[in-house]
């Protein structure tokens, strides 16, 4: 850990002389880039700057309480400070293991969230409604943008599938540990026995994505306009509005008519065809690295159940942290910070153990 800690200290300092050189300050992108990376490891050399000098005033003070000839007073207060150092290199040195965990480059992207209703047919598109519902409030309760890209709904007020779009600093670091398998218990409204059924909706977070980041080639895409319709039939406007892509090689399918511009649905369609594409390339770099997935909390696997809702007893288990809370009402209102900010923590811890 402290070879990188020096290697990154290094660098800092090549950095800032690059930074201040005129020449490279006259050519912006340059500089901007140094700039940029220059902010990004300074929180790092800041925090070891100071753990070193811990580390020095340690060394002091044992040399202190060492020497012989010290009088007794000295070593008093020697002693004294040396607990207080050793406490504080503890601490420092848990920051700095924080601070070198690999971020991941996705972390400040926005977010394209996909719901899909599993087992359970209408009482499970109910569910994914509500998780919906869940998702907005709890980005209206950060600050975050929200759009609808796409919905498959049902009679009953329930959503076979739906496609959101979550814009917002930072919205794919907390929201990326949402993928997966949710169930929920609960008696439905159509249960006239009062008995419990299980139901189960996917999510999938993927990070919205830039052309650069992925190969997609328009060749490679069929472009379908057609007319966008509501529940029943009801029109949602009279001009072929709505964009349906198919991706040839891979298959996939993309259909948006959230707008009224057929230009719009087009764009957003897009976005959400290069987030899917995105994943599928990360899905397979980590099927590559199965040990890496390992020591992460999940592995982003669809088909992994990672929560469950519970209406009769009010609760919410998170299980591959085992964390349960007794405030199902909030949750679902988007106070759903609690288990978020414990999944991070779990998964830094698990990170963490890579620097022993």
């Known amino acids: 850990m402290y070879d990188k800690l020096d290697f990154i200290q290094n660098k800092y300092k090549e950095l800032s002389l690059k930074v201040a050189d005129p020449e490279i300050i006259s050519n912006q992108p340059v500089w901007q880039s140094y700039a940029r990376e220059l902010g990004e490891i300074e929180p790092i050399v800041n925090k070891y700057t100071e753990y070193k000098k811990v580390v020095e005033s340690i060394s002091e003070d044992k040399e202190i309480l060492n020497d012989s000839s010290s009088d007794e007073e000295m070593r008093e207060l020697a002693k004294m400070e040396l607990s207080e150092s050793e406490e504080q290199e503890k601490i420092l040195s848990e ?6 965990i690999p971020k991941d480059p996705n972390d400040q992207k926005n977010v394209v969230l996909e719901i899909r209703a599993g087992t359970g047919g209408d009482e499970a598109a109910l569910f994914g409604a509500d998780l919906i519902r869940m998702y ?20 009953m007020g329930g959503i076979k599938e739906a496609v959101i779009m979550i814009k917002g600093k930072g919205a794919y670091s907390r929201l990326k540990y949402e993928s997966g398998v949710h169930r929920v218990q609960r008696v439905p409204e159509t249960e006239s026995s009062g008995r419990i059924h299980t139901s189960a909706a996917t999510v999938a977070v993927l990070p919205e994505v830039d052309d650069v980041e992925v190969d997609l080639d328009p060749n490679d895409v069929r472009v379908d306009v057609y007319r966008a319709s509501g529940n029943g039939g009801q029109c949602v406007n009279t001009t072929d509005s709505a964009v349906r892509l198919t991706h040839i090689p891979t298959g996939i399918v993309v259909t948006c008519q959230d707008e009224k511009s057929q230009i719009k649905n087009k764009d957003k369609a897009f976005k959400v065809l290069r987030a899917r594409l995105y994943d599928m390339k990360m899905q397979e770099q980590h099927d590559e690295l199965a040990e890496a997935r390992k020591s992460q909390i999940g592995s982003g696997d669809r088909s992994e159940r990672i929560r469950t809702y519970n209406f009769p007893q009010g609760r919410v288990s998170d299980h591959r942290i085992g964390m349960t809370i007794y405030k199902l009402d909030s949750f679902l209102d988007g106070d759903i910070d609690e288990i978020v900010d414990s999944l991070i923590t779990s998964d830094q811890a698990e990170k963490m153990k890579n620097f022993g």
């Open 95 to 100: 920051e700095l293991k924080k601070l070198l």
């Open 136 to 155: 907005i409030r709890y980005a209206e309760r950060r600050g975050w943008k929200t759009e609808i890209v796409d919905t498959n709904e049902t009679g």
